[in-house]
């Protein structure tokens, strides 16, 4: 626990730094166009060298919490209310997930952009190509882009195989490649700018999350009816 | 009315009722959740922190309490009224449950760091071992709430820009405060960081929360500026 509370200490002291660091160098600006792995390679030791300390820190905690989840399993297996003891390692397990997450993600992310205006078509990384249908477009009274919606089709060897449709806050998957509406435009002409994108961390992330609100909300209740028994 | 919160607390429940109608109000007339921009998030906050000063009240009697409570929300709301509101309608890809989840529940848990800090701040003037249990009851909810909206916006993030995480400076000092509050609960366990050491932690975690939440979004360059 010792380890945990000084790891956790050099942690926070490090991302407050590289937070400083962040608002006053121009090379972050670009730093999700590529993995952020191999972003951080590209860049000089002078704004990255944070960004080193704190990924092996990461691995220092993440081994240190392994090991404690599973000291801990070991010496109170035999407690009555296990639930109260597995709660925390359920959490810790949502942790490690989310920090797998950032791995594979800073290893294997992609991202392009195109823009495209109705009736233009782009090749897709599997060669088929889409055809960006319709973009719609509602503005209300005052100019203020209120909603949007964008008809697409996929196409292989000139025919169309399905069509789809884009919307805030739902992109269409192909692949394991998430298609987004990133920007719109309604003059001179409608066009938008669809960003391409793998996110490989994506579903680690969300089992992460969901242990992590499991063991939250666990933990919280059972906390809560100790309180409430013991009064 | 908070004002007058410093002298009696009923104040502090008139103002809430007052606030919360105003919320309301404000929901009603723009027909969305009002907690876009300074103005709305300023007096959410204030509400929340004066909402959960309830139940601690309950079990934390000593006047300074809610003059603390009085104080942190007058000062909230009157920086809130300064704002000028947002009116305009939502952008679309605002206009989805996981960003009114992702808002909601990290200024409750904003609210109840408040808690934390002020109790740490009762703690340090009259020494009372059982201020440590409830500063710690707010702190662990407030965590609970913070990383639950830090879920609910990585789901947000995935599903509007393809990424859960984005290194800008904001979501850098949010993970900063999540880790801060880690410490906190991870510290709690170590005999020799209770009492001073933990009250410290929470006031100056209420520091880092304020700076994250204005102070970044006000001075620096990020997805999440007002």
């Known amino acids: 626990m010792k380890t945990a509370v000084w790891l956790l200490c050099l942690l926070t002291l490090f991302f407050f730094v590289g937070a400083i660091i962040m608002s006053h160098e121009e090379a972050f600006q670009n730093m999700h166009a590529v993995p952020l792995f191999k972003w951080m390679v590209s860049q000089t030791a002078s704004v990255t060298w944070w960004l080193w ?36 390692q359920i959490i810790h397990a949502g942790f490690l997930c989310m920090l797998l997450a950032h791995l594979f993600s800073s290893v294997g992310a992609f991202k392009s952009f195109e823009v495209a205006m109705e009736g233009r078509l782009f090749t897709l990384p599997d060669n088929s190509e889409l055809e960006v249908r319709q973009i719609n477009l509602s503005i209300d009274p005052y100019g203020h882009l209120v909603d949007w919606r964008v008809d697409v089709a996929y196409l292989v060897n000139g025919k169309m195989v399905g069509q789809d ?45 969901i242990l992590f609100m499991v063991g939250t909300l666990t933990l919280l209740a059972l906390k809560m009816r100790r309180e409430t028994d013991e009064a | ?57 309950a079990f934390i009697k000593a006047d300074v309490f809610s003059r603390g409570v009085a104080l942190v929300s007058v000062a909230f709301t009157a920086s809130g009224l300064v704002a000028s509101p947002n009116n305009a309608p939502l952008p679309a890809v605002l206009k989805t449950l996981w960003f009114e989840l992702h808002v909601v529940l990290a200024f409750l848990s904003y609210g109840l760091f408040g808690i934390g800090a002020i109790i740490g701040h009762i703690y340090f003037r009259e020494k009372d071992v059982s201020l440590e249990g409830m500063q710690y009851r707010a702190i662990l909810i407030g965590y609970c709430l913070f990383s639950l909206s830090m879920i609910f916006g990585g789901i947000w993030a995935y599903l509007a820009w393809g990424t859960y995480w ?61």
């Not at chain 1, 820190?57 to 035999?78: E, G, P, Q």
């Not at chain 2, 949010?174 to 001073?196: C, D, E, K, M």
Request: one cysteine or more; charged letters at 15%.
């Open chain 2, 1 to 57: 009315m908070y004002f007058f919160g410093l002298w009696k607390r009923v104040f502090l429940y008139a103002g809430l009722v007052l606030q919360s109608v105003y919320i309301l109000s404000r929901g009603l007339t723009l027909g969305r959740l009002p907690l876009v921009g300074p103005h709305d998030t300023l007096i959410f906050l204030s509400a929340s922190v004066v909402a959960f000063f309830i139940p601690f009240s």
């Open chain 1, 53 to 88: 300390i704190s990924a092996m820190l990461l691995v220092l905690l993440s081994a240190n919490t392994l090991f404690c989840s599973v000291d801990s399993i070991v010496k109170k297996r035999k407690a009555i209310k296990w639930l109260l003891l597995i709660s925390p």
């Open chain 2, 166 to 226: 984005l290194w800008t400076p904001k979501e850098l000092w949010t993970s900063i405060v999540w880790l801060f509050y880690g410490l906190y609960l991870h510290a709690r366990l170590v005999q020799r960081w209770n009492g001073p050491p933990l009250a410290l932690l929470s006031m100056a975690g209420f520091i880092v929360v304020i700076f994250t939440y204005l102070g970044v979004s006000l001075l620096m360059k990020s997805s999440h500026t007002f």
């Open chain 1, 165 to 209: 449709l884009l919307l805030p806050n739902k992109p269409i998957f192909r692949n394991g490649i998430g298609f987004y509406v990133r920007d719109l435009r309604a003059l001179p002409y409608r066009m938008i700018l669809v960003e391409l994108s793998r996110e490989p961390g994506a579903p680690w992330a969300l089992v992460g999350g």
